[in-house]
T-cell receptor, first 109, second 114 residues
C-alpha cells in the first residue's frame, strides 16, 4: 500500500537552531516527491519537487534532499517566519498525490 | 485576481442547509481538484476534473456534489452534511491531470457543520 509518513509531528526550535524534517514513503515507482508549506488558515504553498535519488534543491534557508526511501527538509538558521506546517506528498500509480500528515514547525525568537 | 481563489473563506451551516463552495483558477490550467483537510490528518482527495470532465471520485458521500462548468471554475455543492464534515476544503489546479505537474492551492474554505 502506498504510504507517506512524516516525522516528527511537531518540532520546536530556537531561532538559529538548525534541524531536519523527515518524509518517508512507500510507493511503487517514484514519480516525484513534493514539499509544501502551509500557514494557519491558508492553503499549501509549493516549495520543491524532487524526482530522483540524490537530487537536492534549495530555497533560502530550506534544502530538500531525496533518497530511495525518504526525503529530508533541512532548515538552516531558521527564523520565526519559517514557522508553519510542512507537508510532503508523492504521486501514486494513478498520479493521485498521497500526502503525509505534516510536521508543525515552531521557531521561537 | 491571480492564482487560485475560493469563496467563501468561512462557512457555518446547519445539517439541513444547502450551500455551495466556489473555486476559480487564473492559471490557465486544465485540471482542478477538491481536497478535504481535517486536523492532524493528511489531505484527502475528493474529486478531480480534467477539461471539465470528472476523472476521479474517491468514494465521497453523495451529500457532496461537484460541478465544473468550465476549466476555470469548480463548485462543491453541499447538502444534508454531518458534523464530521467540518474541515478545511481546499481547491487546487494543475496544468494537466495524470502527470506530475505541480498542484497550486487556493486559501480554502473553513466549513463548520452544526
Amino acid at each position: 500500500e502506498d504510504q507517506v509518513t512524516q516525522s516528527p509531528e511537531a518540532l520546536r526550535l530556537q531561532e538559529g537552531e538548525s534541524s531536519s524534517l523527515n518524509c518517508s514513503y512507500t510507493v511503487s515507482g517514484l514519480r516525484g516527491l513534493f514539499w509544501y508549506r502551509q500557514d494557519p488558515g491558508k492553503g499549501p504553498e509549493f516549495l520543491f519537487t524532487l524526482y530522483s535519488a540524490g537530487e537536492e534543491k534549495e530555497k533560502e534557508r530550506l534544502k530538500a534532499t531525496l533518497t530511495k526511501k525518504e526525503s529530508f527538509l533541512h532548515i538552516t538558521a531558521p527564523k520565526p517566519e519559517d514557522s508553519a506546517t510542512y507537508l510532503c506528498a508523492v504521486p501514486d500509480s494513478n498520479y493521485q498525490l498521497i500526502w503525509g500528515a505534516g510536521t508543525k514547525l515552531i521557531i521561537k525568537p | 485576481e491571480t492564482g487560485v481563489t475560493q469563496t467563501p473563506r468561512h462557512l457555518v451551516m446547519g445539517m439541513t442547509n444547502k450551500k455551495s463552495l466556489k473555486c476559480e483558477q487564473h492559471l490557465g490550467h486544465n485540471a482542478m481538484y477538491w481536497y478535504k483537510q481535517s486536523a492532524k490528518k493528511p489531505l484527502e482527495l475528493m474529486f478531480v476534473y480534467s477539461l471539465e470532465e470528472r476523472v476521479e471520485n474517491n468514494s465521497v458521500p453523495s451529500r457532496f456534489s461537484p460541478e465544473c462548468p468550465n476549466s476555470s471554475h469548480l463548485f462543491l455543492h453541499l447538502h444534508t452534511l454531518q458534523p464530521e464534515d467540518s474541515a478545511l476544503y481546499l481547491c487546487a489546479s494543475s496544468q494537466d491531470w495524470s502527470s506530475t505537474d505541480t498542484q497550486y492551492f487556493g486559501p480554502g474554505t473553513r466549513l463548520t457543520v452544526l
